[in-house]
């Protein structure tokens, strides 16, 4: 059966590389709606070569070039638009792939519809982790992670045939940073921090992997999506990037699951869960490793993630305002207003300063949304 899906954020890293899996699986898949903030023109390309009915472009400057365009193409402006479209009868799975807090409306409105969540954007579950679970649940929407580790998890706790997971091993590349020492780190310009070993992302996720905030979202991402508490999630750095994560059971058995650096597999397999596509690409040649090394994160040198270990233990709108306050961090840095040490001083001091609310509503995760953005002015 085809299977209709939604791109959230079809433009950027994750959009791109879902749209190689449909091209490469014309049989499998059809695109009935994506979206973009700002690139028009890889927007109208995306639309006219997937031939996609509904085009959703968020910058209002630039819904008149898009729409102009793509005669015969329904288009759209805003987030709310989007909202509206993912909840179509038509749509099966929706990619979250959208970067930013913006980007959690359409996962929620998706999910409220009952949809599959093929999940990439990390400030879903960061920010109202409790609520969006819960609301899966409530309405029977299934949320399949994207990210590389938290897909890998997913696969490793498939294998285990209901045997419960003692600890999840979540591992890091530990970014373009790993063997420098502090002093280089913090003078370092965004030029030498988008320069990630391993991945091809975007540049905010590659700053936040610089940081290593990203692993920790990551680490808040899994105690939601595998109901696992902080103290039984490890994070481990391997800087080859060879095992994406791995589970470990009571008898000491650890299951882990490995691959190339590729995001299309775990993009093909939740599109396709629980089905395994045909992909091209690399394989992993054993013969060719010569070593997989692991070693402990230097907190000294990436305090941004023990800041995300003690936001998910303080709870509450604290995640929240801690992944607001590294948006608005990250962004002073590209734009060269920060220095890179400045982006955790900025995190610790909002989370610090803002109301705790112990038992947040959606309302107050966006009202906290916006407090620490205010609070993190630069």
Known sequence: MIKTIAILGSTGSIGTQTLQVVRQHPDRFRVGMISANSSDTLLVEQAREFHVPHVVICNPDRYAAVRDALPGVAVHQGIDAACELVRRPEIDIVVAS?????????????IEAG?????????????????VMELARRCRARILPVDSEHSAIFQC???????????????????????????LISVADKDAALR???WSMGSK?????ATMMNKGFEVIEARWLFDMPLERIHVVVHPESVIHSMVEFRDGAVIAQLG????????????????????DGRRLDFSAMKSLTFEEPDYEKFPCLALAGEALRRGG??????NAANEAAVKAYLEGRIRFYDIPDTI?????????????????????NDEALRLSAL
């Open 98 to 110: 959208m970067v930013g807090f913006s980007g959690l409306k359409p996962p929620l409105a998706a």
């Open 115 to 131: 949809k599959t969540i093929a999940l990439a954007n990390k400030e879903t579950l960061v920010a109202a982790g409790s609520l």
């Open 157 to 183: 706790i498939q294998g285990a045939q209901g045997n419960p997971v003692e600890k999840i091993h979540l591992t890091a590349s530990g970014g373009p940073f790993r063997t420098w020492p502090r002093e």
């Open 196 to 198: 990630h070993p391993n």
């Open 205 to 209: 996720i590659t700053i936040d992997s």
């Open 260 to 279: 190339t650096p590729d995001m299309r597999i775990p993009i093909a397999l939740a599109l396709a869960f629980p089905e395994r596509l045909e992909l």
């Open 317 to 322: 709108n604290i995640p929240c305002a801690m």
């Open 348 to 368: 610790a001091r909002v989370m610090d300063t803002i109301e705790f609310k112990a038992d947040p509503c959606l309302d107050d995760i966006f009202s906290t």
